[in-house]
């Protein structure tokens, strides 16, 4: 489980979030929902600390991921980054064959002592992705020259190879045409009873579709939070219902 | 369309035709193997050995000098400027006319600051005024390729918890066939430009041992072997020629060929 609390975030003086308190249910799939410029990405990219790499960056507050902190300057970074999975919102494989796009994360984290353990772990999770059988014979031939969705299929196989707890995903559709989409989209619900997956999405009907849990935020702040059905159906909040209803976006 | 083709390939075709013919008469083990003797004007015995390592001594020193250089350069220029800098934008404007420059214009001025700190003719001075020459190539070639790097390779790599030093080598993974093809374009520059080292580097008949010593630079062996009145030095002119023009086909291929087997793993 992770929980944020009373998380601030500056960048370069600009009041990023504000004051966010939310908690983000195992084995589950939650969708972070709200207009552009909200602060989703940035709330996102702080569960995994790569809002480290932003300039002028200033954090406070806690973020718990299993009862530790991992804001608190003993946290390992690196290992942290293991454990939470990034699917960013365009495809990005890395400069090399499909396989070794998959074997990188393995193979920096020393997780395998031998080949043929390593080599299961490849195959194992380009069948999760279902992009075993679309690239047998060319799993040598270098990942750029996958579509865009099988390279977005890639990166999300190179996400779960090093086994993480919790998979990030920002916009991780929105660049795909709708077919590889479907395909993306569909993936992460099957993917949702072993690993706890966050969303930002800025398509409500996608959060209508999958999502178990909404967190909805506005100008930096948590609006609402709570169970899908209760959030989409029954917003306590006026400005999730005007929101949901469609008057701003 | 199709006759500016065929004039384009039959200069080129010609242009090695003659490299090739005319060099094959005088060319022999000697030739590349042995120092000249009895002047290079008239002389008729011996190689241009001297020749040959002289030019391999420059452009290697001033290729590894402007590789120091350039890099630091191309750094700052991409990671530490933002992307709409003025300071970023002048630099790329005064690296495209540095490029442009005439290399007898950079020979000249390597020349004068010469005069100023009373040096004379060097491998020391031909190095330094080689290496002016090439950095604006290095810089360029170098930032294009740089430019447009995906900064979500960096993102992919640090999410998947690997460190800084790990995600370097995957940055240099994605620019290496731009750094090599920088550096194999320079080389070729460097090696065939006689304008710059006329002054600079100056002219002799023996290897330098020192980077004091004046240094015999591969074009410069065709320049002054060309002019003398004597057929067979003539010959040998070609000859240098022909070993200049392979060395340089070999460079050029060998780029094609890295930038190709390199960039095919590139996004």
Redesign the interface.
């Known amino acids: 489980m992770i929980e944020v609390k009373e998380l601030n975030v500056h960048i370069k003086g600009n009041h990023i979030l504000k004051n966010v308190n939310v908690t983000l249910p195992e084995k589950q799939i939650t969708c972070i929902i709200g207009p552009s410029g909200c602060g989703k990405s940035t709330l996102l990219r702080t569960l995994n600390r790569l809002i480290d790499t932003t300039e002028g960056v200033k954090l406070e507050g806690k973020v718990l991921v299993n009862g530790q902190d991992i804001l608190s300057s003993d946290a390992d970074v690196t290992d942290l980054r293991r454990k939470i999975g990034l699917v960013s919102q365009r495809p990005c494989p890395l400069p090399m064959s499909i396989f070794d796009n998959v074997a990188y994360g393995c193979r920096i984290n020393k997780m395998f002592n031998k080949r043929r353990q390593l080599v299961y772990q490849v195959q194992k999770n380009l069948k999760a992705v279902g992009l075993y059988d679309e690239i047998r014979g060319r799993i040598r031939t270098p990942a750029a020259r996958l579509s865009i969705g099988q390279q977005q299929r890639l990166c999300l196989a190179r996400s779960l190879a090093v086994e993480p707890d919790y998979i990030l995903a920002d916009e991780a559709t929105s660049a795909l045409d709708p077919i590889s989409a479907k395909t993306v989209e569909d993936l992460f619900v099957s993917l949702k009873e072993q690993y706890s997956i966050i969303m930002v999405t800025h398509t409500l009907r996608q959060a209508l579709r999958i999502a178990d849990h909404v967190v909805f935020m506005y100008l930096g702040e948590i609006i609402e939070q709570g169970p899908a059905e209760q959030v989409f159906h029954n917003p306590k909040e006026e400005l999730t219902q005007k929101y949901l209803a469609g008057a701003f976006s | 369309m199709w006759i500016a083709m065929l004039i384009v390939f039959g200069f080129v075709i010609s242009v090695i035709w003659t490299v090739f013919s005319k060099g094959m008469k005088a060319m022999s083990w000697d030739m590349i193997s042995k120092l000249p003797g009895g002047g290079f004007y008239i002389g008729k015995e011996g190689g241009f050995l001297n020749a040959i390592v002289g030019s391999l001594y420059i452009v290697g020193a001033s290729t590894v000098l402007g590789l120091i250089i350039s890099i630091p350069v191309v750094f700052f220029l991409n990671v530490y400027l933002k992307r709409d800098s003025k300071l970023a934008y002048t630099a790329r404007m005064a690296f495209d006319v540095l490029f442009g420059v005439p290399s007898i214009v950079y020979g000249a001025f390597g020349f004068t600051i010469m005069i100023y700190f009373g040096l004379r003719t060097s491998l020391l001075g031909g190095i330094i005024v080689i290496t002016l020459l090439i950095i604006p190539i290095f810089i360029r070639t170098m930032d294009e390729a740089t430019r447009n790097f995906?900064g979500?390779?960096?993102?992919?790599?640090?999410?998947?918890?690997?460190?800084r030093w790990?995600t370097l080598r995957?940055v240099l993974?994605?620019i290496a066939p731009g750094i090599a093809t920088a550096t194999l374009l320079s080389i070729g520059r460097a090696i065939g430009d006689a304008a710059s080292v006329m002054f600079t580097a100056g002219y002799t008949d023996s290897i330098p041992t020192s980077l004091s010593q004046p240094a015999a630079t591969l074009p410069l062996a065709v320049f002054f072997q060309l002019q003398s009145p004597i057929p067979e030095v003539v010959d040998r002119a070609y000859a240098a020629a022909l070993v200049l023009t392979v060395i340089v086909l070999i460079l050029s291929i060998s780029s094609r060929f890295i930038t190709n087997r390199f960039s095919?793993?590139?996004?």
């Open positions: 995906p979500d390779i960096l993102d992919a790599s640090f999410s998947l918890g690997a460190t790990e995957v993974r994605q095919k793993n590139k996004i």
